[in-house]
């Protein structure tokens, strides 16, 4: 129990030294509405996808680049960095930020739970 809090701890160090923006907390509850929201047809092991591309590594990716992912045209055409904010914005209004796109999904209208799956998303590498 004591090693378990103790490695806990560690993780909310580094995770507070890498992102100074938000709560140690938030990555982990992000863990849980990724399990809600997301993890239906995303994984987010390296090289597994699911209806949607592996969301591994996505922080800092650049857009429709999972070779073996059939990714529609309209999110062909994008050509972005998906940074927290364009995130943000795709998964808060997927339909609207990507008209024509593939992903089934209405959207995350909740703001902190949107940070927080971001910050999980950042724990991904
Ligand atoms: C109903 C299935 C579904 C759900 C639920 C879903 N997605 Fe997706 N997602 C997709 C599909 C399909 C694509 C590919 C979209 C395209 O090609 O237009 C995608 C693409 C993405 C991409 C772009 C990946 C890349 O390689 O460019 C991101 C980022 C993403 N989803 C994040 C999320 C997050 C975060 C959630 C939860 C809040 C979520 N998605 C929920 C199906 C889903």
């Known amino acids: 129990m004591k090693r378990l809090?103790?490695?806990?701890?560690?993780?909310?160090?580094?995770?507070?030294?890498?992102?100074?923006?938000?709560?140690?907390?938030?990555?982990a509850h992000g863990g849980k509405v990724f399990e809600e929201e997301c993890a239906d047809?995303?994984?987010?092991?390296?090289?597994?996808?699911?209806?949607?591309?592996?969301?591994?590594?996505?922080?800092?990716?650049?857009?429709?680049?999972?070779?073996?992912?059939?990714?529609?045209d309209a999110m062909r055409a994008k050509n972005t960095i998906w940074n927290a904010e364009v995130i943000n914005e795709y998964i808060r209004a997927p339909k609207k930020s990507v008209p024509g796109g593939k992903m089934k999904y209405d959207g995350l209208d909740d703001e902190k739970a949107r940070e927080e799956v971001i910050n999980y998303l950042g724990t991904l590498h």
């Open 5 to 27: 809090i103790g490695s806990l701890m560690a993780a909310a160090i580094s995770f507070g030294a890498m992102s100074q923006a938000f709560a140690a907390g938030d990555a």
């Open 41 to 72: 047809c995303h994984s987010v092991k390296d090289g597994k996808n699911k209806k949607g591309p592996s969301l591994f590594n996505i922080l800092g990716r650049k857009s429709a680049t999972i070779a073996d992912f059939n990714y529609s």
